[in-house]
């Protein structure tokens, strides 16, 4: 399964059960990464996309019903990191309130940095995008 989330510098993912943030280059850029493979994603992440785009699939158990090689667009809950083969992290690069956090270092953890890239989003001067893949043992 191939994770995408969106962190701030202290690893935040949301608070009070809401996104941190949002950008609409992000999601032009989750849409793209996927190339037209299923993105699974709740109704909540669903709400952010004004985008049509027909491999969305919104399921609030997605994690469960995501297969190998889908894309999950975590938001507002916790995934373990055995279930990715790959991560793609977006980073806001400033520190936003948070009571949900990534609950795992992601080196630590078993995944290697393949790349790293800034761009400039909608709303933010400067984003980073990192892919991670799970290192062979």
């Not at 191939?2 to 996104?19: E, K, Q, S, Y």
Request: proline share 1%.
């Amino acid at each position: 399964m191939h994770i995408i989330v969106c962190l701030d510098d202290n690893n935040g993912m949301a608070f009070n059960n809401r996104r941190q943030s949002m950008d609409r280059v992000v999601r032009e850029k989750i849409l793209s990464l996927c190339k037209g493979d299923r993105l699974y994603m709740s109704g909540y992440s669903f709400a952010q996309f004004t985008e049509v785009a027909e491999n969305i699939i919104v399921d609030e158990n997605f994690l469960s019903a995501a297969g190998k090689d889908d894309f999950c667009f975590v938001e507002t809950c916790t995934f373990s990191p055995d279930t990715a083969e790959r991560l793609y992290v977006f980073k806001w690069n400033r520190v936003y309130p948070s009571d949900l956090k990534l609950s795992f270092d992601i080196e630590k953890s078993g995944f290697a940095l393949l790349e790293s890239t800034d761009f400039e989003g909608f709303s933010h001067e400067k984003i980073t995008l990192e892919i991670y893949e799970r290192e062979s043992i």
